[in-house]
């Protein structure tokens, strides 16, 4: 039988119990993603598919009064406290915590009046893996703080608030994928987000019945220059945007592609803007393929997203390439490396029967190139955020 205090809800639940001396009001899951395809897309007005993951940060929580917010971290054992004063100014609560003051933050700045609180942070989510640690983090902590308030903020509004978070508190430029995959996504679905409308349809994508799994291979590549080479990519989209006189990159229909390359003046931001453009176009074929009961057939649009990535985007590593290229060698039916890049996750769809001949190879791979050993877990499609009963 599993002890339930080794789970992830009851240790966050349990420590919220040893730090505060009483038991939380209440329990709130987000999960973890991964991005089927659509990268660095989001930032452009784009497409993406993303799902969530049965990986899970679960914030316990209770309120207490005044304009005071405290926070235990299971991970880091640390207790962070904060004001109304810190949480004013974007940067004056650093590290983990900012994410939680951040969130705190954005409500505020949308006019919620935001409870007090005391929370309790547990995770399965691996930090600096590209799951969208992060993301989960804002989410578990959002909708413990809305459900507390009782804040008129529907769901779908939720993931713009905690990319603002992430955007204007935490100082990191990223687009709205993973804060609405961590808020939005169903079980047995991939969410198809349109980035510029914020509208979603969810896609399903039932792997079982298919005969089918995502493999999801954590590369372990040390996180090389991320800090700068993901806001130096948003910059040359937008540069080309303009250069194009677009708004956004999204603009540019797949069927226009060849003039506006025509109209750019250097290749890096030509090899750029192809990138966005056909990925954009590969999320719609993927979506169409689902729709129409085609799962195994997205295999090779996956396969051509990491050559893109890697030929075109320029965000990919030798580990990410090593392990698409040793999984597509053993038989899986496409497979990318998925988020951000320099490093994360690769995923790669694969026939249930060849998931243990995929990841062999992709271990032997890593072996033969002394890469540290990656790690690998299937992944299901899992529901959104969510208050625990
Ligand atoms: C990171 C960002 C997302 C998105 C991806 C790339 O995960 O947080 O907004 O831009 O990279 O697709």
């Known amino acids: 039988m599993t002890d339930p205090h080794r789970e992830v809800a009851g240790r966050a639940a349990a420590g919220f119990q040893t730090v505060y001396g009483e038991p939380p009001a209440g329990r709130w899951a987000a999960p973890g993603r991964v991005n089927l395809i659509g990268e660095h897309t989001d ?12 990986l899970r940060t679960v914030s316990a929580a209770a309120p207490q009064p005044g304009d005071r917010w405290t926070v235990w971290s299971e991970l880091t054992g640390e207790t962070v406290a904060f004001g109304a ?15 939680v003051a951040g969130v705190v933050w954005a409500l505020r700045e949308a006019g919620h009046a935001v409870p007090g609180a005391r929370l309790a942070i547990a995770s399965d989510v691996p930090l600096g893996a590209g799951l969208s640690s992060s993301a989960a983090l804002e989410a578990a902590v959002l909708t413990a703080l809305v459900d507390l308030g009782g804040l008129d903020l529907p769901t779908e509004h939720q993931p713009r608030l905690a990319q603002r978070a992430e955007n204007h508190y935490v100082g990191a430029p990223t687009g709205i994928m993973d804060q609405s995959a961590a808020i939005r996504c169903r079980a047995g679905h991939a969410l198809f987000l349109d980035c510029r409308t914020e509208r979603v349809e969810h896609i399903p994508f ?37 250069l194009l006189g677009v708004p956004a990159l999204r603009d540019v229909p797949a069927a226009d592609l060849d003039d506006a390359l025509a109209r750019l003046p250097d290749d890096d931001v030509r090899r750029r803007v192809r990138h966005v453009v056909t990925e954009n176009q590969r999320v719609l074929d993927t979506v169409a393929l689902l729709r ?98």
């Open 43 to 54: 930032y452009n007005d784009g497409f993406v598919l993303p799902f969530a993951l049965p």
């Open 206 to 242: 039932d792997l079982d019945p298919a005969g089918l799994v995502v493999l999801v291979i954590d590369s372990r590549a040390p996180h090389r220059h991320v800090d700068g080479e993901y806001p130096a990519r948003r910059a040359s989209c937008e540069k080309a945007a303009a």
């Open 85 to 99: 004063d810190e949480v004013a100014t974007p940067g004056r609560v650093t590290g983990w915590a900012a994410y």
């Open 292 to 389: 129409s009961g085609q799962a195994r057939q997205i295999g090779p649009l996956l396969t051509a997203s990491h050559a893109s990535m890697r030929d075109d985007f320029a965000i990919t590593v030798p580990e990410v390439d090593t392990a698409v290229d040793a999984a597509l060698a053993a038989g899986a039916l496409g497979a990318r490396m998925t988020g951000g890049g320099f490093g994360g996750c690769v995923l790669a769809l694969v026939q249930a029967d060849q998931a243990d001949r995929v990841a062999t190879a992709v271990m032997a791979a890593y072996a033969e190139r002394r890469f540290t050993a990656p790690g690998l877990t299937t992944a299901t499609p899992s529901p959104g955020a969510t208050r625990l009963p």
